[in-house]
């Protein structure tokens, strides 16, 4: 809050272990907001994923989803991100049928955000971290008829998997609804090689005007990092 920030991104192991409540009145005393809430610690604490071949596992992962669902209506933020928790597969687990219980559950889990107007965020994911959907046009395959899903554009990622993340922007822009940045190195935006004014005329030009969640690795320090991240950022959307 001192650094400037209007919003913070919850990630939360375990949403039915969450005192809603006191949560929201300690962000509210910071006059913050929720801007989403990430889900990627229940994969990898639990091992829950919604493309787990394993019944119980895969059904774990929705009534986790659904809870979240729920705590973001509590938070009042209605955004809850799909990024870790996905799942991965590999040579144990064929990508195609990962693919089709991803969609199974993707298309059960948008019925119950509708009921609660929620929307769930996608986040096409390197491949480095996953071989399960990396590419935004995947995603937007994936996500394409869901009335309740759109994609994160994470810029670290894009960066990795697209031809050019600013022609990236305007592509995913109709179905943009969230956007994770870190510079190319994942580092602060402004310690690498984005230009990030370019990043946000082409958000600007698609229509978002939601929330730019820096997830950047922590260095110099936390609070280094989130000190550069505002510098650099905040004279664009000022």
């Known amino acids: 809050s001192n650094l400037g920030y209007d919003g913070v991104e919850l990630n939360i192991q375990d949403p039915f272990h969450v005192n809603a409540t006191n949560l929201m009145r300690i962000i509210e005393k910071y006059n913050l907001s929720v801007a989403a809430i990430s889900t990627g610690l229940s994969y990898l604490t639990y091992g829950y994923s919604l493309s787990s071949p394993n019944e119980e596992l895969r059904g774990n992962a929705i009534k986790f989803f659904k809870k979240y ?67 935004l046009n995947e995603a937007v395959e994936l996500i394409r008829d869901l009335s309740n899903v759109r994609i994160l554009l994470d810029t670290f990622h894009a960066l990795l998997e697209e031809r050019n993340v600013y022609d990236a922007i305007e592509y995913v822009g109709p179905y943009l609804g969230h956007v994770h940045v870190a510079d190319s190195n994942r580092l602060a935006p402004g310690l690498g090689m984005i230009d990030w004014e370019r990043v946000v005329y082409r958000l600007l030009k698609v229509g978002y005007r939601g929330y730019l969640s820096v997830e950047a690795r922590t260095e110099p320090s936390f609070k280094d990092m989130l000190a550069i991240s505002a510098k650099t950022l905040k004279p664009l959307l000022l």
């Open 69 to 135: 669902i729920e705590l973001s209506v509590e938070l009042n933020s209605r955004k809850v991100v799909i990024g870790l928790a996905r799942g991965k597969c590999n040579q144990d687990v064929d990508c195609d049928k990962a693919k089709e219980l991803l969609r199974e559950s993707l298309e059960m889990l948008n019925d119950y955000a509708r009921q609660y107007n929620v929307i769930l965020v996608f986040e096409p994911l390197n491949r480095y971290e996953t071989k399960l959907v990396n590419r």
